[in-house]
């Protein structure tokens, strides 16, 4: 089952917050987030296992709510470099199948 | 240490001709995916390897696609014949075994069907 993502798009000024959701129908066991710019491949930001973790990349964090079977990214004080597309990928108990959401495009303003 | 390597970059065929496209994973890496990207949408997975056996094809057409990996390590997508909807980014990811590994993307093949 493919995750769904939500808003579909973002527009920002440099410096504000954004939050993207990701949420499934199905037990989660991991989300993985990546980060794709125009023409090029996606590239991984962090990984969260079941269990409400919170995990942090720099001004990027995550959380992982295990009962609502979904995840947030947190994007904060964001900067032109934060621009493109958010994809969440989700795997569930003992699988590594791996399937990605629709995407949310991210559009950072000077 | 090296990427996920994908070739071609670029292709053009005609409706009805065939295609192959080559992946070559990070080395040690027993899972490999082929994913399909077109424009505007997330990557959606066609096919999954661990090692040379197929672990996931639901998504895969099988009437016009095929994918094998010999040997456990460089893998190949065919698509026979080739419709204009398989226009899209073909993209080949790797990882290893662990649950709790990222995956890395190769760069991807665009292919455009006219």
């Known amino acids: 089952q493919q995750p769904v993502q939500s808003p579909q798009a973002v527009i920002l000024r440099e410096g504000e917050d954004a939050v993207i959701n990701c949420s499934s129908s199905k037990a989660l066991y991991s989300v993985h987030w990546y980060r794709q710019k125009h023409g090029e491949a996606p590239v991984f930001l962090m990984i969260l296992l079941k269990g409400g973790e919170q995990k942090g990349h720099e001004k990027i964090s995550a959380s992982f709510n295990e009962k609502k079977q979904q995840s947030s990214l947190y994007l904060t004080a964001s900067q032109l470099s934060y621009s493109g597309t958010y994809f969440c990928?989700?795997?569930?108990?003992?699988?590594?199948?791996?399937?990605f959401g629709q995407g949310t495009r991210l559009t950072i303003n000077p | 240490e090296a990427g996920v390597a994908q070739s071609p970059r670029y292709k053009i065929i005609e409706k009805r001709q065939s295609v192959a496209f080559w992946c070559n994973p990070i080395?040690?890496?027993?899972?490999l995916y082929w994913y399909q990207q077109i424009l505007g949408q997330g990557p959606k997975l066609l096919i999954q390897?661990?090692?040379?056996?197929?672990?996931?094809d639901s998504q895969l057409p099988k009437d016009r696609f095929s994918a094998e990996r010999l040997k456990g390590v460089d893998s190949t997508l065919k698509i026979q014949p080739a419709k204009l909807e398989d226009s899209a980014v073909y993209l080949c990811a790797s990882r290893t075994y662990r649950l709790n590994t990222e995956a890395f993307f190769g760069q991807g093949t665009r292919l455009t069907v006219v």
């Open positions: 390897f661990q090692n040379n056996g197929v672990v996931d």
């Open positions: 080395s040690g890496h027993a899972t």
């Open positions: 990928g989700t795997s569930h108990q003992g699988a590594q199948k791996l399937v």
